[in-house]
């Protein structure tokens, strides 16, 4: 059963003036949705209202968002100032972000840079990845490698050199990987709770205020395929 984040139980995995970074659980969506839940900047944004009893309104800057399947780090900003940097460092991509995919499937190579041209579809908010350039697609490009083997899956680590919507999703089920329990990209059954393997791992950049080096790793979900790892 997912667990419903609320401000009491949030993972909080770095927090300093600038800066409160999140480990996402399955089912926070970055912003409001026709579902109705409560958006996971609403909830951080509960956390510091409390912790640092604020009379007004709480600033928080959303600088990236993962896919309310996905689970992992999650940055967000308490300042201008560092949302307008840390802006700029993910669009300049001097990030450096590490996902772990679980698939069944094993992929053709050990490791591998996958190249292809992702098309959006809005209507039913997926991607496809193209092997050759299409009309309106973009440009895609990532590095896995498998770091584990389980009895019946594989463990991937995901580099990511570019940021296309469902990416990583869309590139793994274009070499026959679908990550588990996503439905929309090809796997054949859907986990208990919704969510999919797919774990935001690591995350590293410079501090946009101090110019420290942040190293950042989330913890990995508690169920019994990312337990046996």
Not at 11 to 17: G, R, V, Y
């Amino acid at each position: 059963m997912k667990i419903v984040t609320t401000k009491d139980n949030l993972q909080i995995l770095h927090e300093d003036n600038h800066l409160i970074v999140v480990n996402k659980r399955v089912g926070d969506i970055a912003q409001g949705d026709t579902s109705g839940d409560k958006p996971l900047p609403d909830i951080v944004k509960e956390f510091l209202k409390e912790k640092y009893n604020k009379p007004g309104d709480v600033f928080l800057g959303v600088i990236h968002r993962l896919d309310r399947p996905t689970t992992g780090i999650v940055v967000f900003a308490k300042t201008s100032k560092a949302l307008t940097r840390m802006n700029d460092l993910f669009s300049s991509r001097e990030t450096q972000k590490t996902y772990w995919a679980v698939v069944k499937n094993k992929p053709p190579k050990e490791e591998d840079t996958l190249v292809h041209f992702i098309k959006r579809n809005q209507q039913n908010n997926t991607s496809k990845a193209h092997s050759k350039e299409v009309p309106d697609s973009k440009k895609a490009s990532l590095n896995y490698k498998i770091i584990a083997t389980l009895n019946t899956y594989y463990v991937l680590e995901v580099a990511l050199h570019t940021g296309r919507h469902h990416q990583i999703r869309a590139q793994l089920q274009a070499i026959g990987c679908p990550i588990k329990g996503d439905l929309k990209y090809g796997f054949d059954r859907s986990n208990p709770d919704g969510g999919i393997h797919l774990h935001a791992r690591k995350l590293s950049f410079i501090h946009p205020v101090s110019k420290e080096q942040i190293n950042l790793i989330a913890p990995l979900p508690d169920d019994v395929i990312w337990n046996s790892i």
